[in-house]
């Protein structure tokens, strides 16, 4: 039980710092367009001592620059808080689609990277679970991230939730080749603590190209 624990704090360390490794990349990009908008102003002030005069639309259209990278950093901010907040409760009633479409909107930069697209398909009515929503969260990307690594012809990984009468399933389908499910950090996967801790199992399908991920019922 000691080791288990030990394996699931640093999978959750590790996982924390590469979503907020890649938050903070994003940052850091609104803040250099900032920068360099300042940087424009400055150089149009100068100017302007010059004797220089510049039309007020150039002014305006800075502005309005820095008004939606600010909102774009209001939006970035927003995510990483409510990132930090999953790690709140041991245990709670999950909506399992609202989690994909978190994280799908977490890890976009990273996705966009491997130039993969990933569509999802929800059900009408919220699908729940009853699980640890920071490592439900850490489940969802570890599925992505090796469907990202197992290759595609298409680039579209295809993402469906049902419910089943033994707790919901969440499907990845279209992701290339048999041969490497094996290789993929899919097959360690299988076995992990995480799965253990959330009471979900992994079915892998190599001859259709899919995979299931199936999740204990919400407890109401």
């Given at each position: 039980?000691?080791?288990?624990?030990?394996?699931?704090?640093?999978?959750?360390?590790?996982?924390?710092?590469?979503?907020?490794?890649?938050?903070?990349?994003?940052?850091?990009?609104?803040?250099?367009?900032?920068?360099?908008?300042?940087?424009?102003?400055?150089?149009?002030?100068?100017?302007?001592?010059?004797?220089?005069?510049?039309?007020?639309?150039?002014?305006?259209?800075?502005?309005?620059?820095?008004?939606?990278?600010?909102?774009?950093?209001?939006?970035?901010?927003?995510?990483?808080?409510?990132?930090?907040?999953?790690?709140?409760?041991?245990?709670?009633?999950?909506?399992?689609?609202?989690?994909?479409q978190f994280m799908m909107n977490l890890t976009s930069?990273?996705?966009?990277?491997?130039?993969?697209?990933?569509?999802?398909?929800?059900?009408e009515k919220p699908v729940t679970t009853f699980a640890?929503?920071?490592?439900?969260?850490?489940?969802?990307?570890?599925?992505?991230?090796?469907?990202?690594?197992?290759?595609?012809?298409?680039?579209?990984?295809?993402?469906?939730?049902?419910?089943?009468?033994?707790?919901?399933?969440?499907?990845?389908s279209g992701v290339g080749r048999c041969d490497a499910?094996?290789?993929?950090?899919?097959?360690?996967?299988?076995?992990?603590?995480?799965?253990?801790?959330?009471?979900?199992?992994?079915?892998?399908?190599?001859?259709?190209?899919?995979?299931?991920?199936?999740?204990?019922?919400?407890?109401?």
């Amino acid at each position: 039980m000691k080791e288990e624990k030990q394996t699931l704090a640093m999978d959750g360390a590790q996982f924390f710092g590469e979503m907020t490794a890649s938050i903070s990349h994003e940052i850091k990009n609104v803040m250099a367009i900032i920068n360099e908008n300042a940087g424009l102003l400055e150089d149009m002030v100068a100017m302007h001592r010059q004797g220089v005069p510049f039309p007020a639309e150039r002014i305006e259209k800075l502005a309005q620059s820095v008004r939606r990278q600010i909102a774009r950093a209001d939006d970035i901010i927003q995510t990483l808080n409510r990132f930090g907040h999953s790690a709140d409760h041991a245990r709670e009633t999950v909506d399992v689609g609202e989690t994909v479409q978190f994280m799908m909107n977490l890890t976009s930069r990273l996705i966009m990277m491997q130039g993969t697209r990933f569509d999802f398909t929800a059900p009408e009515k919220p699908v729940t679970t009853f699980a640890n929503r920071f490592f439900m969260a850490y489940l969802t990307w570890r599925c992505m991230a090796a469907a990202m690594e197992m290759g595609h012809a298409e680039k579209s990984i295809r993402m469906r939730l049902d419910t089943t009468e033994n707790g919901p399933c969440l499907a990845f389908s279209g992701v290339g080749r048999c041969d490497a499910f094996s290789a993929a950090s899919l097959s360690a996967l299988e076995d992990s603590d995480v799965l253990r801790l959330l009471d979900a199992r992994l079915v892998l399908h190599p001859g259709k190209g899919e995979f299931h991920v199936l999740l204990s019922k919400a407890q109401y």
